[in-house]
Nanobody, 125 residues
Framework: HVQLVESGGGSVQAGGSLRLSCEAS????????MGWFRQAPGKEREGVAG????????FYADSVQGRFTISQDYAKNTVYLQMNSLKSEDTAMYYC???????????????????WGQGTQVTVS
């Protein structure tokens, strides 16, 4: 099993920034990819960003491209999501998730992921 713990959420004014962290522990060698998702009230959970652990390839949803940056500290099994120029529509519960993503896998598909964190709330006003 892999345990994921998110942190860094909070309340911020529009135009502000937040940095989320997701620390993985457990049998992390069973996974190779970590993603960030979000779910706003009344909406489906959607992929925000993803990255292969130990690699440089990153993926972003169109809605956050250019504003959000996913990064990692591989030695610490931690992935970060730097969120800049936040908008009210970014308000959501943010989750990190991990999986072993095969070639051709869809990083933004919830069904690809095996492990999920409990989430951290981001509120932009």
């Amino acid at each position: 099993h892999v345990q994921l713990v998110e942190s860094g959420g909070g309340s911020v004014q529009a135009g502000g920034s937040l940095r989320l962290s997701c620390e993985a522990s457990g049998i992390t060698y069973s996974t190779n990819f970590m993603g960030w998702f979000r779910q706003a009230p009344g909406k489906e959970r959607e992929g925000v960003a993803g990255t292969y652990m130990g690699g440089t390839v990153t993926f972003y949803a169109d809605s956050v491209q250019g504003r959000f940056t996913i990064s990692q500290d591989y030695a610490k099994n931690t992935v970060y999501l730097q969120m800049n120029s936040l908008k009210s529509e970014d308000t959501a519960m943010y989750y990190c998730a991990s999986t072993f993503l095969e070639d051709g896998g869809r990083w933004s598909s919830l069904s690809e992921y095996t492990y999920w964190g409990q989430g951290t709330q981001v509120t932009v006003s």
